[in-house]
T-cell receptor, first 112, second 116 residues
Framework: KQEVTQIPAALSVPEGENLVLNCSFT??????LQWFRQDPGKGLTSLLL?????REQTSGRLNASLDKSSGRSTLYIAASQPGDSATYLC???????????FGSGTRLSIRP | SAVISQKPSRDICQRGTSLTIQCQVD?????MFWYRQQPGQSLTLIAT?????????ESGFVIDKFPISRPNLTFSTLTVSNMSPEDSSIYLC?????????????FGQGTRLTVV
């Protein structure tokens, strides 16, 4: 059974710093992995999708990497801004491709 | 990417009543999912709704409490029945496009439900 873990649960950094969020999964036989952003009380916004055959994806200041063999993905945020403050979730389809498994999220706060 | 319009965005309801949440997608999708997110928690899957078949419920969720409809490839509803304060949560719908799990999942903006 696939399990997804995100560490740390919360992170606070000053504006301008580069930072890395971590996502671990137990079953390396994955279709893909998706990173989401969630603002308080809101729905989820997709940030990046990495297919199982890819090692990384980039969108603006965001870069997501995938290492299936070690069961890890990282989300790198460059030059952080207060507007980046949100909860970041990673998710991936389970092995039966019947549903998505979510990590518990990292709550990010960028201090001006 | 596709867009889901979810309504209502928030509601305050009396205990014992029911609320129906609607999700309208601007394109045809295969699988739709309904999630609950309790305060400070991650998402918990309630059920999977595929057009033309009964919804598949996760452990701990039953059809009598959370009836779901999926009449076509662009629309689904979730009803929260006989509500209690413990049902106060954010409810989210999501979907995959016709390509399925190889594509991005996308979400509605959520329904913030408060039961008093």
């Amino acid at each position: 059974k696939q399990e997804v873990t995100q560490i740390p649960a919360a992170l606070s950094v000053p504006e301008g710093e580069n930072l890395v969020l971590n996502c671990s999964f137990t079953d390396s036989a994955i279709y893909n992995l998706q990173w989401f952003r969630q603002d308080p009380g809101k729905g989820l916004t997709s940030l990046l999708l990495i297919q199982s055959s890819q090692r990384e994806q980039t969108s603006g200041r965001l870069n997501a990497s995938l290492d299936k063999s070690s069961g890890r993905s990282t989300l790198y945020i460059a030059a952080s801004q207060p507007g980046d403050s949100a909860t970041y979730l990673c998710a991936l389809p389970d092995s039966s491709a019947s549903k998505i498994i979510f990590g518990s999220g990292t709550r990010l706060s960028i201090r001006p | 990417s596709a867009v889901i319009s979810q309504k209502p965005s928030r509601d305050i309801c009396q205990r014992g009543t029911s609320l129906t949440i609607q999700c309208q997608v601007d394109s045809q999708v295969t699988m739709m999912f309904w999630y609950r997110q309790q305060p400070g928690q991650s998402l918990t899957l309630i059920a999977t709704a595929n057009q033309g078949s009964e919804a598949t419920y996760e452990s701990g969720f039953v059809i009598d409490k959370f009836p779901i409809s999926r009449p076509n490839l662009t629309f689904s509803t979730l009803t929260v029945s006989n509500m209690s304060p413990e049902d106060s949560s954010i409810y989210l719908c999501s979907a995959y496009p016709l390509e399925g799990f190889s594509a991005e999942a996308f979400f509605g903006q959520g329904t913030r439900l408060t039961v008093v």
